[in-house]
């Protein structure tokens, strides 16, 4: 049973993951922020019991959530390993996960059980003030556990974490799941944040009349750059081979239009607008 978890990083998405369990679950929770403000706010809020900047004691956690930006993932969990129980589960919230995965099996010692997390939900804000216990409500949560990861330790995570705050777990391969969010994450993101530059440098007075289609088109540039920058960082190699796809993909388009290639404009269209229709 999971009665205690600490979690690192009381921003926009750990901020969430306590007050989520606050919600729908009786866990205990110790905090951990470098930001004295936001742990500060979670103890007033009665979010979490116990606040502190850093971890350099035992603590007998049955989880522990890494929710710090991606390049740090690492090293936050090979701060505090040290200091917790046999049989306690370790996992993150991190966007990308090959690097996390590979790094964290390195040094991960056999009584410590490590899940790679990541909830597909999220805003372009950031920070405690900005968490949601609804947040993970009928997302998807994506789970890349090792091969020798321990099954009843996993179904354990699922039944009394995921479930309880409301989120749907998607087990996965750590390699298959940086390329599905490299398409529908990381890629869109990096092309809403070239499109913001680009209509700034080309005309930025046409920013005063910018209404619902630019604004939703470019909403995720508003997300926070130091969270943004990490996870392109860690997963380089698949942005980079999907950008070039992407851009064989305008360049036809660009055909079409020197073309007058009405027909292909149109089914373009067409099969943009059936494929977006298939998502719930
Ligand atoms: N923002 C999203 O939409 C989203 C969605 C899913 C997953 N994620 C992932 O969640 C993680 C956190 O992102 P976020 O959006 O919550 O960012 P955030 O900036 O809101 O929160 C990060 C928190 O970590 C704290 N922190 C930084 N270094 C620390 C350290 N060494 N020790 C303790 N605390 C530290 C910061 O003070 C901050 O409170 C990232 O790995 C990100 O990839 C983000
Ligand atoms: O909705 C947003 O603002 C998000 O950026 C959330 C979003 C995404 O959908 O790309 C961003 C990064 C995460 O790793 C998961 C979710």
Redesign the pocket.
């Known amino acids: 049973m999971i009665k205690k978890a600490v979690i690192v990083g009381l921003g926009l998405i750990g901020g969430s993951m306590a007050k989520a369990l606050k919600k729908y679950t009786d866990i205990d929770i110790i905090g951990v922020d470098i930001n004295r403000d936001s742990l500060q706010k979670a103890l007033e809020e009665g979010v979490i019991s116990y606040g502190v900047t850093d971890i350099d004691f035992q603590v007998d956690a049955d989880i522990v959530f890494i929710c710090t930006p991606v390049g740090k993932v690492v090293e936050s969990v090979k701060n505090i390993i040290h200091y917790l129980k046999r049989g306690c589960i370790v996992t993150d919230v991190g966007?990308t996960k090959k690097v996390i995965m590979e790094e964290v099996q390195k040094f991960l010692p056999d009584e410590i059980f490590f899940i790679g997390g990541?909830?597909?939900?999220?805003?372009?804000k950031a920070g405690y003030d900005n968490a949601d216990a609804d947040l993970f409500v009928n997302s998807n949560y994506l789970l890349t556990p090792f091969d020798t990861t321990n099954d009843e330790v996993l179904d354990l995570f699922i039944k009394e974490v995921i479930i309880k705050i409301g989120a749907k777990p998607m087990i996965m391969d750590y390699n298959k799941h940086d390329t599905i969010?490299g398409v529908?994450?990381h890629v869109?993101?990096i092309i809403s944040a070239i499109l913001t530059n680009f209509a700034y440098n080309k005309c930025n007075e046409a920013f005063k009349y910018a209404a619902g289609g630019f604004k939703d088109t470019t909403?995720?540039a508003l997300?926070q750059t130091e969270i943004w920058k990490d996870?392109i960082c860690t997963n380089r190699e698949i942005i980079l081979d999907l950008l070039k796809n992407y851009k064989e993909v305008l360049t036809d388009f660009i055909s079409y239009l020197e073309n007058d290639d009405i027909e292909s404009i149109q089914k373009f269209l067409e099969d943009a607008r059936k494929y977006r229709n298939t998502i719930t």
């Open positions: 966007s990541h909830p597909m939900a999220g805003t372009e969010v529908i994450s869109p993101h909403r995720i997300s996870i």
